[in-house]
T-cell receptor, first 112, second 114 residues
Framework: DAKTTQPNSMESNEEEPVHLPCNHS???????IHWYRQLPSQGPEYVIH???SNVNNRMASLAIAEDRKSSTLILHRATLRDAAVYYC?????????????FGKGTHLIIQP | KAGVTQTPRYLIKTRGQQVTLSCSPI?????VSWYQQTPGQGLQFLFE???????NKGNFPGRFSGRQFSNSRSEMNVSTLELGDSALYLC?????????????FGPGTRLTVL
């Protein structure tokens, strides 16, 4: 399965936008890009996912590069509640033996 | 709509025992996946069930098994418990598949093996 590369940690200030990068240079044409986050002492929480086009929802935006080898999760106005580990995950459209493969993710720190 | 529920939330067992964990998915969701989370290995996929059939399986020994009932509720069983099985076990449900549907995770069952 295709792998993703994310920075170990990032820091941002409250009420500012946050751009979380993800590289997935071996992505295949049918792989979906998912983002999940995990707050301390909670199960993972879905954030957003997309295939080729940029996606927006009430939580965030997902910007996908034209060649699909990278993507960026955008939190438009970070709050303290957004401090979490953010996972960028690929999944083949037909499912796969590995389920959703969660890597180490990016630990996002929000400063007040 | 009620979220994914898991029971029990905490469990303490001793080596060699077996354990059964339960998961109730969101109403209408037919796919249920199980994950193990440990500090060292992170989140690892155990298996996925859809319409009472195991559809995908991760790289875990046969001591880990599961099943899904006709109402989509799922159970996972771990036999002959080992110390290394101590972990947070998470259940997640999707409408059809985790591949292109969002997954909703439960709060997890914290298993401690002594």
């Amino acid at each position: 399965d295709a792998k993703t590369t994310q920075p170990n940690s990032m820091e941002s200030n409250e009420e500012e936008p946050v751009h979380l990068p993800c590289n997935h240079s071996t992505i295949s044409g049918t792989d979906y890009i998912h983002w999940y986050r995990q707050l301390p002492s909670q199960g993972p929480e879905y954030v957003i996912h997309g295939l080729t086009s940029n996606v927006n929802n009430r939580m965030a935006s997902l910007a996908i590069a034209e060649d699909r080898k990278s993507s960026t999760l955008i939190l438009h106005r970070a709050t303290l509640r957004d401090a979490a580990v953010y996972y960028c995950i690929l999944s083949p459209s037909g499912g796969g033996a590995d389920g959703l493969t969660f890597g180490k993710g990016t630990h996002l720190i929000i400063q007040p | 709509k009620a979220g994914v529920t898991q029971t029990p939330r905490y469990l303490i067992k001793t080596r060699g025992q077996q354990v059964t964990l339960s998961c109730s998915p969101i109403s209408g969701h037919r796919s249920v996946s199980w994950y193990q989370q440990t500090p060292g290995q992170g989140l690892q996929f155990l298996f996925e069930y859809f319409s009472e059939t195991q559809r995908n399986k991760g790289n875990f020994p046969g001591r880990f098994s599961g099943r899904q009932f006709s109402n989509s509720r799922s159970e996972m069983n771990v036999s002959t418990l080992e110390l290394g099985d101590s972990a947070l076990y998470l259940c997640a449900s999707s409408l059809v598949t985790y591949s292109y549907n969002e997954q909703f995770f439960g709060p997890g069952t914290r298993l401690t093996v002594l």
